[in-house]
T-cell receptor, first 115, second 112 residues
Framework: TQLLEQSPQFLSIQEGENLTVYCNSS?????LQWYRQEPGEGPVLLVT?????EVKKLKRLTFQFGDARKDSSLHITAAQTGDTGLYLC???????????????FGTGTRLQVTL | NAGVTQTPKFQVLKTGQSMTLQCAQD?????MSWYRQDPGMGLRLIHY???????DQGEVPNGYNVSRSTTEDFPLRLLSAAPSQTSVYFC???????????FGEGSRLTVL
């Protein structure tokens, strides 16, 4: 069972356009992370959000955690070719130390930005 | 900085063969984990460990074994490979003070 659904699955845009990627779940998460993965490499952390309603900005990237901590979004302003990659959200649930360490990953959004 | 190192990067097996994917980290992280990545399914947790001598199952553990005899190493064993285990495998580690997962570069496994 995939607890975190991302949309869209694929996105192809031109440089300079804006885009939003969504990460949705019916479960509540104590924190949510966004990773970016480039071909042939492992995912790399972009941001962690922990408070419902929280908004974090990382240059042209804006991340939001839903008020109910069940969903999140990633907005990219004026996309560049360097933004191309696979974007993954990952949610963590609070609990015992061992179980809290488990992250559930979303299905992924593959973004291609062309000139 | 080496970070998380996985070997081999590529492997082709025949059905029924066994092999071990190696993972080592030099960041003194207590938590280590193995994920498999398949198209359209993101990353799915196979097994994880919160410290030496402690392992537990993730969401897709069948067909895989792990052990954690040292803090640094967390090998993943396939005892009898099946075509359904064709995938890209990632090892990741995490320290106690941060929620960030550090991933290796991945091991691409094909089972014929």
């Amino acid at each position: 069972t995939q607890l975190l659904e991302q949309s869209p699955q694929f996105l192809s845009i031109q440089e300079g356009e804006n885009l939003t990627v969504y990460c949705n779940s019916s479960s509540v998460f104590s924190s949510l992370q966004w990773y970016r993965q480039e071909p042939g490499e492992g995912p790399v952390l972009l941001v962690t959000v922990v408070t419902g309603g929280e908004v974090k900005k990382l240059k042209r990237l804006t991340f939001q955690f839903g008020d109910a901590r069940k969903d999140s979004s990633l907005h990219i302003t004026a996309a560049q070719t360097g933004d191309t990659g696979l974007y993954l959200c990952a949610g963590a649930r609070s609990g015992k130390t061992g179980t809290a360490s488990k992250l559930t990953f979303g299905t992924g959004t593959r973004l291609q930005v062309t000139l | 900085n080496a970070g998380v190192t996985q070997t081999p990067k590529f492997q082709v097996l025949k059905t029924g063969q066994s092999m071990t994917l190696q993972c080592a980290q030099d960041m003194n992280h207590e938590y280590m984990s193995w994920y498999r990545q398949d198209p359209g399914m993101g990353l799915r947790l196979i097994h994880y460990s919160v410290g030496a001598g402690i392992t537990d199952q993730g969401e897709v553990p069948n067909g895989y074994n792990v052990s954690r005899s040292t803090t640094e190493d967390f090998p993943l064993r396939l005892l009898s490979a099946a075509p359904s285990q064709t995938s890209v495998y990632f090892c990741a580690s995490r320290g106690r003070s941060t929620g960030e997962l550090f991933f290796g570069e991945g091991s691409r496994l094909t089972v014929l």
